[in-house]
């Protein structure tokens, strides 16, 4: 079986890996994004963003976590609902894993 990947970002990256780890061999990642050596954004503290067509800072394989100190907020008070589905410690565990892998 194939398996495309649209979106390289964090959560394309996790897939990938997962895919991977259960038997999955014939994975394509697809990003319209730069290779990240490529990726600069002209924007700064004094320039307002120029709306570029293919944004160096949300595009390109790590999305916006490639230029990221690596923080994330592991919490269920905000952020999504996961937690509604499947339980605040089932939902905080899996952001750990999530965690461990990034």
């Known amino acids: 079986m194939r398996v495309v990947i649209v979106g390289t970002g964090t959560s394309g990256i996790a897939t990938a890996i997962e895919l991977v780890n ?3 061999t014939n994975i394509t990642m ?8 490529k990726r600069k954004c002209f924007v700064d ?7 570029c067509k293919t944004c160096s800072i949300m595009s ?7 230029f990221s100190d690596g923080k994330y907020n592991i919490t269920n008070e905000f952020g999504g609902t996961l937690y ?6 089932k939902a905080l565990e899996l952001m750990y894993y999530v ?3 990034n």
Do not use: R
């Open 60 to 66: 390109g394989f790590g999305g916006a976590g490639a």
């Open 99 to 101: 965690d461990e892998i």
């Open 30 to 37: 697809i990003d319209k994004g730069n290779m990240i050596e």
């Open 45 to 51: 503290a004094d320039t307002p963003c120029k709306k």
């Open 84 to 89: 509604e589905y499947i339980g605040k410690e």
């Open 22 to 24: 259960n038997g999955f």
